[in-house]
DNA sequence: TGCCTCACG
DNA sequence: ACGTACGTGAGGCAA
């Protein structure tokens, strides 16, 4: 028979956590995790609990915490613990990644509402020994714990800091002070404890109220005997705090009967995930911890067993649990080469470069990349259905900060593998590496996959976000892959035609700013114009930049009344843009389908947002007719169909609107009112909308603006051109008649110092490591995202629901309509003709009912023969 | 490669 | 006092 000792160690966490915080705040700055969280309390905790398990040994383990500020010690003492100093933001932010680290090291922890860790830790105990345990340690910054020594339990107390403990024994208690701990308890009760507000007996401390228990035994044998002793100071304070003594003795005492809700069974200590442990030292930048363990555990995508495939692939070589993945050299799946592929799981891998195996896939339900995966399949004639697991959107959903590649995924894991720019080069010298080299890394590849998709998926699982990657984002990835498959089309006749025509433009506009200028010069240099404008012309220089004058915008427009050249270095700007951007920059795009496929990267922005690159097909210009000419060269596919352009109107404040509850904006939008003028009359206090004048509705707009952006005073004068005191002024009497839209704003905030995140309605995350930096721009702009990213990002995710319905809706349809843009609130369509008014209809509904909120959502739609009409 | 500028939502 | 509006991509310049 084996030891079947069970002994329970139960760590006071609050407690220690605290003083693991003090314990190292001096060296404060020197822990940091690369994402800017302190970690010296996660580090002072983490040392403590590993010297702790080696001299405890234990079987069983739980860590303790406070569960919130009110317990029900506050119920019967108001005051109980008031006072306290706030704790400071870089304590607060480290808590969540002690539990993490915890949990890592496959450690129980818990807390109950209304009562402290001493509660837990003293039920605890005390079933354990009723259970049968050998032996109980409870381990705690406090020294109100003592009193749960008994003849099985042992208190270990934290001094000088966290590193060295004092162990506390029935023996030792009455060897230190004399007392029993039902007597330690009663001198509690008599000192008081100022760190907890309790209040005791006036006058009375430690020395007297030792002497007084060791006189009468108790702190009722006290009372009991009060009125005989001789008159004194001390004998008026005990009598005239009496009822606060045995009020201070309720409260010193530790409930030995909590009703928890978890038991002695799921404390047993299962020892740590390596694969978790070794993510989390990662992420806290804990080097040394990393390499003692990397010593311990094997480095499982360094051996790498594959085979490579040269015949057709027979079916028992495939199964759903397996990874698939696609090789190309760079980015441009539109264009590049597969230059390999492998699939496998932890047991076998196999690997191939001949594309011609292809057809005879059949495909598991886990890869890297879907969207990129299928469009490679489908230029290879190749349908790749939808799979269940795509690594790279789950650890785009579990956190945006770094890139997603599978080096670095792995890399955050605990797994060591080579970056594609080591194997495959850069630049010039990228190229297919020989076979080996090339297997080998498609192998570790498919074998980081594999490892990193638990512990990815325990992190979904944690943040609830399983949804979000099952139900939005796997299905826009495939919606995705047929948009950017099908392609627009682009006429480069039209362009070419706008581009003729600007070059005459810009060739007039040279010739005139060269005359005015009297030299000729690179107009398109700041650092040249700079040099005309503010120095040969001597005009004033309003902005600088950190290399020398701004030329932007916004400068020129205030220079344009005092020289005639700033006007043509505008307008020349505008149609510069306009013909390298647009007209030469989009030529060079069109493939020999005719069509522009651009690709949406999915992986990306900080909200949710999607991005488009290759061309960018979401800033094609509108706002001026000049540029707006763009659009007339975007096609629809055949002569008998059209574009339809679908966008949310005000989808963001309508989002606001719901996110905050503000009941005057909900019935603004209810009551399908202009929101501009709605705003502007409440703000301005206009009565009738036909008084607000249109600068009160342009100065209201801004303010809407601001208010998704994490309004600022300076911003928004900035953006107004008014003082910055009247920006104040506007601010001010927004949030008076808007109150709920300033507790959203403070809310986001809170949340954000407190859990490290702010979330989207369908818990989308942006982690802000800065909202609790001590550098004042630094925190605002993270305060600002905290207000922002759940507007846009909801927004963004509501687009996507929509995208993906009515993908099904219009398949449902047998419509032939295609979807083929996305531009953040606007689905772009290819529409033949006779499906018009249905589609019309359907992407109306579909987009109206993508979620229900608050408010209504209210879309508008434009079609046309070219996107230009559209609008 | 970093910076400036400017196109979009 | 601090020094900002939120989210993107691309072209041209200057090192």
Redesign the pocket.
């Known amino acids: 028979m084996t030891n079947t000792e069970k002994n329970l160690l139960l760590i006071d966490g609050s407690s220690i956590a605290f003083r693991a915080f003090f314990a190292l705040y001096t060296q404060i700055d020197r822990f940091v995790a690369p994402s800017g969280l302190h970690t010296n309390a996660i580090f002072a905790f983490h040392t403590m609990l590993r010297n702790v398990l080696d001299k405890v040994q234990p079987t069983h383990v739980l860590v303790a915490f406070d569960a919130g500020k009110t317990t029900f010690r506050t119920e019967m003492f108001a005051d109980y613990k008031a006072g306290r100093a706030k704790t400071p933001d870089e304590f607060r932010e480290q808590m969540p990644f002690i539990k993490e680290m915890l949990e890592a090291q496959g450690i129980t922890h818990y807390d109950l509402t209304n009562f402290e860790a001493d509660d837990i830790i003293g039920t605890l105990a005390t079933q354990a020994e009723k259970a049968g345990f050998d032996k109980v340690t409870v381990v705690s910054g406090d020294r109100d714990l003592t009193q749960l020594t008994t003849e099985k339990t042992t208190v270990e107390i934290t001094i000088k800091g966290v590193a060295e403990l004092e162990t506390y024994t029935p023996a030792y208690l009455n060897e230190k002070l004399g007392l029993t701990t039902e007597q330690f308890i009663d001198l509690k009760a008599l000192m008081g404890d100022k760190s907890d507000n309790i209040p005791g007996v006036t006058k009375i401390g430690e020395k007297t109220g030792i002497k007084l228990l060791l006189e009468y035994g108790s702190l009722a044998g006290i009372y009991d005997h009060v009125d005989q002793m001789k008159t004194s100071k001390m004998k008026e304070n005990l009598i005239n705090d009496r009822e606060q003594a045995f009020l201070s003795r309720e409260l010193a005492t530790i409930d030995l009967d909590s009703p928890i809700k978890i038991g002695l069974d799921e404390t047993l200590y299962q020892g740590a995930d390596y694969d978790k442990l070794k993510a989390f030292y990662k992420e806290m930048g804990f080097h040394k911890f990393l390499e003692d363990l990397e010593g311990v555990t094997e480095k499982v995508v360094e051996v790498i067993e594959f085979t490579v495939i040269t015949d057709k692939p027979s079916p028992d070589m495939f199964h759903e649990d397996q990874f698939f993945y696609l090789e190309i050299l760079g980015d441009d799946y539109h264009r590049d080469e597969i230059i390999g592929f492998a699939w496998g799981d932890d047991k076998q891998i196999y690997v191939s470069k001949d594309t011609s195996l292809l057809a005879a896939i059949s495909f598991p339900k886990n890869t890297f990349d879907f969207k990129k995966n299928k469009v490679l399949l489908a230029r290879q004639g190749i349908d790749y259905p939808l799979v269940s697991f795509d690594t790279m959107l789950a650890k785009y959903l579990y956190s945006t900060i770094e890139n997603n590649k599978i080096s670095t995924i792995a890399d955050l894991f605990g797994y060591d593998l080579a970056d594609d720019e080591l194997v495959y080069g850069k630049g010039a010298k990228r190229a297919v590496p020989e076979d080996a080299v090339l297997f080998d890394h498609l192998a570790r590849k498919i074998a980081a996959l594999v490892k990193t998709k638990t512990p990815l998926v325990d992190k979904l699982r944690e943040n609830d976000q399983e949804k979000l990657l099952s139900d939005i984002e796997l299905p826009l990835a495939n919606v995705l892959a047929k948009m950017e498959i099908t392609g627009i089309k682009v006429s480069g006749g039209v362009l070419s035609e706008i581009g003729l025509e600007n070059e005459q433009v810009i060739k007039a506009l040279t010739a005139e700013i060269y005359e005015l200028a009297g030299e000729p010069f690179?107009i398109?240099?700041?650092?040249?114009l700079g040099v005309i404008l503010f120095e040969k012309m001597g005009l004033p220089a309003i902005k600088k930049?950190?290399?020398g004058y701004?030329?932007?915008?916004d400068v020129l427009e205030q220079l344009a009344a005092q020289a005639p050249i700033v006007d043509k270095i505008l307008k020349f700007?505008?149609i510069s843009?306009i013909q390298?951007?647009y007209v030469?920059?989009l030529l060079g795009e069109i493939m020999a389908d005719g069509k522009i496929h651009t690709r949406y990267?999915q992986d990306?922005?900080?909200?949710g947002?999607l991005?488009?690159?290759?061309?960018?097909l979401?800033?094609?210009?509108?706002?001026?007719p000049e540029?707006r000419k763009i659009r007339k060269a975007f096609l629809p596919e055949n002569t008998d169909s059209v574009l339809l352009s679908s966008d949310y109107s005000q989808i963001e404040l309508r989002v606001l609107a719901h996110i905050s509850g503000d009941e005057h904006l909900i019935s603004a939008f209810q009551k399908g009112a202009d929101i501009h003028t709605s705003t502007a009359m409440r703000v301005f206090g206009i009565d009738k909308p036909e008084d607000v004048t249109a600068n009160d509705r342009r100065n209201a707009k801004?303010v809407n603006?601001?208010v998704v952006?994490?309004?600022?005073?300076?911003?928004?004068s900035n953006?107004l051109g008014i003082s910055r005191k009247a920006a104040k002024t506007y601010i001010e009497t927004y949030f008076e008649r808007y109150p709920d839209i300033k507790n959203y704003m403070e809310n986001s905030v809170r949340s954000a110092r407190d859990t490290g995140f702010v979330e989207t309605l369908y818990h989308r995350r942006r982690n802000l490591p800065d909202i609790n930096a001590r550098n004042?721009?630094v925190r605002?702009?993270a305060e600002?995202?905290a207000i922002?990213s759940p507007i846009?990002g909801s927004a963004a995710d509501i687009l996507k629901v929509a995208m993906i319905n009515l993908d099904k809706a219009l398949q449902a349809g047998n419509y032939q309509a295609k979807m083929l843009l996305q531009?953040?609130?606007?689905i772009v369509l290819d529409v033949p003709n006779e499906e018009l008014s249905a589609v019309q209809a359907l992407v109306k509904l579909t987009m109206e009912d993508a979620i229900t909120l608050a408010v209504p959502l209210l879309v508008d739609e434009n079609s046309g023969k070219t996107w230009y009409e559209a609008k």
């Open positions: 690179n398109n240099s700041p650092k040249q930049t950190k290399t701004s030329t932007a915008v700007r505008q843009k390298s951007t030469t920059g990267v990306l922005t900080q909200t947002r991005s488009s690159v290759q061309p960018n979401q800033n094609i210009p509108v706002r001026l540029g801004a603006f601001g952006y994490g309004i600022s005073d300076f911003g928004l953006n004042f721009s605002s702009f600002r995202t922002n846009q531009v953040h609130d606007e």
